[in-house]
């Protein structure tokens, strides 16, 4: 699924730049249970929230976006 694709990028550069959710979901002004969703694959982030989160952890939308298999 297409989703947990885009979790599993979010988390692991999230982890990668030493962020906590809590953390995270403060600063781009969503809630902790939102994000977490996101992460977990039940939830496609928004355009809005890629550019915040890609802001945020200092990477590009490109690299958060999912290679193509």
Known sequence: METDKWGRRIRAFRKL???TQEGLA???GISVSVLGE???GSR???EQILEQ???VLDVSVEELTPPDE
């Open 17 to 19: 730049k030493g962020r």
């Open 26 to 28: 403060k600063e781009i």
């Open 38 to 40: 996101i992460e977990r």
């Open 44 to 46: 496609l982030p928004s």
């Open 53 to 55: 989160i890609s802001g």
